[in-house]
């Protein structure tokens, strides 16, 4: 069954998706990670993108759904996880019909619910490494690398997100409010939603997903 995640900022779809995608052979498509690395190729667009992202809003939905477009195509008969769209209900329409072309419809939408000061400090101590994207917590000892500031897998510098400062955080967050969180509507009335408690470790949230998936004995 694919997966597609709905969630506030920082709810933890990166770390869930990153766990479900080693453990069980799923593709994660995360199109936070699609625009950064379009960032770290200091291209023009990449450029745009930084401005954007930096200020808390959503990049265009043209643009964003190119990307996941090609990244659908690529995945030929893998699973997949889609992290980060849809974002909008635009994005959510846009995707029905993309599934209907590429004749996708074993897919689940998992809404990730978070308290906001949880996500706010999820965000705030957020690092990811510069080199394969891994991502550590300095506020949660079960999140910390083994050595300070570098990477456990393959030993990159770990930085803070540009994003994942207080003003950016909140603009992301009501961002969500106003925009993403319709698209939970629209996946209930499509029998497709399911709730998951985010609100404690990743872990917690991995059992009740993988009770959902049938999965929770593997
Ligand atoms: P988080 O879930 O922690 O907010 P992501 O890594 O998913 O972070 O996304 C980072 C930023 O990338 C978002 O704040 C937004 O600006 C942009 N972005 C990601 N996915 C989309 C999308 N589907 N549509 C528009 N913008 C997006």
């Known amino acids: 069954m694919n997966i597609i995640f709905v969630a506030p900022p920082a709810a933890g779809k990166g770390t869930i998706?990153?766990?479900?995608?080693?453990?069980?052979?799923?593709?994660?498509?995360?199109t936070g990670d699609l625009i950064r690395n379009e960032i770290k190729t200091g291209s023009?667009?990449?450029t745009e993108l930084q401005e954007v992202i930096n200020k808390g809003e959503l990049v265009s939905d043209e643009l964003?759904?190119?990307?996941?477009?090609?990244?659908?195509t690529k995945k030929e008969n893998q699973k997949f996880i889609l992290d980060g769209y849809p974002r909008n209900?635009?994005?959510?329409?846009?995707?029905?019909?993309?599934?209907?072309?590429?004749?996708?419809?074993?897919?689940?939408?998992?809404y990730l619910e978070v308290e906001k000061e949880i996500a706010q400090k999820r965000a705030l101590g957020r690092i990811v490494c510069q080199n394969c994207g891994s991502t550590y917590n300095?506020?949660?000892?079960?999140?910390?690398?083994?050595?300070?500031?570098?990477?456990?897998?393959?030993?990159?510098?770990?930085?803070?997100?540009?994003?994942?400062?207080?003003?950016t955080f909140n603009k992301r967050f009501d961002t969500y409010l106003k925009v993403t969180q319709p698209v939970l509507d629209y996946y209930k009335k499509l029998d497709k939603l399911k709730i998951i408690?985010?609100?404690?470790?990743?872990?917690?949230?991995?059992?009740?997903?993988?009770?959902?998936?049938?999965?929770?004995?593997d």
């Open 17 to 30: 998706s990153s766990l479900l995608a080693s453990n069980y052979d799923y593709k994660h498509i995360s």
């Open 44 to 46: 023009k667009l990449g």
């Open 64 to 72: 964003i759904t190119e990307m996941l477009k090609k990244e659908l």
């Open 89 to 110: 209900v635009e994005q959510a329409k846009v995707l029905t019909t993309l599934f209907t072309k590429l004749k996708i419809n074993d897919y689940i939408v998992l």
């Open 138 to 167: 300095k506020y949660f000892s079960e999140c910390q690398p083994q050595k300070e500031g570098i990477c456990d897998k393959c030993q990159g510098i770990l930085i803070s997100r540009t994003d994942d400062n207080e003003k």
């Open 197 to 217: 408690d985010s609100n404690q470790t990743a872990f917690t949230a991995l059992e009740s997903i993988k009770r959902i998936l049938g999965v929770e004995n």
